[in-house]
């Protein structure tokens, strides 16, 4: 019987782990927990040659050619990539061409109880494919690696109601970073969460426990047709207290996150950028091109900023670096981020060195 009929035996031999995410219907665990539980069954690596299970091998990304050659991460720099050796990598790339219906160009594929996110291509010699490897359970913020100043920062703003913006260039840990934290304001404010995301990513699917015994429900979700804007839209009707989108991908879409942050809940979203500043001005004038003016763009994003973290990972092993620049919580108190976004001149350096300073002293960075 496989872990899906053991689930009392996983609470059992898991009690720390149920107790900070678990459903409290007996004897069922969320979707989360599950996952967390199944990670810790040791896999049996079948080695043929020095070469293990595709689901084995250490890798993020997967890269499949025209000519059905597959490159992944060489670990031993921060981009190398080395021709990859799997004993059933043949059977997987198989089962990534076979699950394109056709139509959707980004799909998830599930192979041997593991989840991918597939993103195919048509290349100069024919189709091409990138499966990234998704974790089978969401890592704890602490466990990230933020600099302690903005993790301590992230902390005080579960309560509050605004956006919470994640940049980076593609895989950098974006998605990871913003689950890690839905899941911590999930397990300590508790309340309703409502994703939006395509493919569905990470497993925050399930509910939650607070130490005081409140509960946080999360609950992900497709774009209905594909629209994003239909799907914030969808979510705003079921009166959630957290909405995730899980990419900004049309102006409509960047419009409508601006006005939900600015409507009493706490939304997060991710956009690639090379910085701070990049970020915010991308989002500014993606929701610009929906047909209101910039001007308004730039109010709604002063009047629902909370935080916009720009993230990178270097080196080898890889590491998060971060910075980030955070607004009053306090609408009606002063802050110099949220004159900045209205004036529509940003000059964020200054302002990201100030905040740093006082982040790594500790101090706080508003009256409030």
């Not at 009707?237 to 939900?260: F, M």
């Not at 200054?350 to 905040?355: F, P, W």
Request: charged share 25%.
């Amino acid at each position: 019987m496989g872990i899906f009929g053991k689930e009392k035996e996983v609470e059992q031999q898991s009690d720390a782990s149920s107790k900070e995410n678990k459903v409290v219907k007996k004897n069922v665990m969320s979707s989360a927990a599950l996952l967390k539980a199944e990670a810790k069954i040791p896999v049996k690596k079948v080695e043929k040659d020095g070469t293990l299970l595709t689901n084995d091998a250490k890798f993020s990304d997967m890269y499949i050619t025209p000519d059905k050659t597959c490159y992944v991460w060489s670990g031993k720099s921060n981009s190398g990539l080395k021709v990859a050796k799997f004993v059933d990598l043949q059977e997987f790339i198989n089962a990534v061409v076979e699950k394109y219906d056709g139509k959707c160009s980004s799909y998830s594929l599930h192979f041997k109880g593991r989840d991918y996110r597939v993103e195919r291509t048509i290349a100069l010699e024919g189709e091409q494919y990138c499966a990234r490897k998704m974790p089978i359970s969401i890592p704890d913020l602490e466990k990230l690696g933020l600099p302690s100043g903005i993790y301590r920062q992230l902390l005080t703003l579960g309560n509050k109601s605004g956006l919470i913006l994640i940049a980076g260039a593609t895989g950098t840990g974006k998605s990871t970073t913003i689950s890690a934290l839905i899941k911590k304001y999930l397990q300590t404010e508790g309340g309703y969460a409502f994703t939006i995301e395509d493919p569905i990513e990470l497993p925050l699917d399930g509910v939650y426990e607070t130490q005081n015994g409140d509960l946080g429900l999360c609950k992900q979700t497709t774009p209905p047709n594909g629209k994003w804007e239909e799907g914030i839209k969808s979510a705003l009707r079921s009166k959630p207290r957290y909405i995730y989108l899980g990419e900004i991908r049309s102006p409509e879409a960047a419009e409508e996150l601006l006005r939900a942050a600015t409507s009493g809940h706490l939304v997060f979203s991710t956009i690639h950028a090379n910085n701070v500043g990049d970020a915010i001005n991308a989002l500014a004038k993606y929701a610009s091109s929906s047909g209101i003016s910039e001007e308004m763009s730039y109010e709604l994003l002063a009047n629902g900023l909370l935080a916009c973290i720009h993230q990178n990972l270097v080196g080898s092993p890889r590491r998060l670096r971060a910075e980030g620049i955070f607004a009053n919580p306090n609408i009606n108190g002063g802050c110099a981020v949220r004159g900045m976004l209205r004036s529509g001149k940003l000059s964020i350096a200054t302002l990201l060195e100030q905040q740093k300073a006082k982040l790594e002293k500790g101090l706080p960075l508003f009256d409030i």
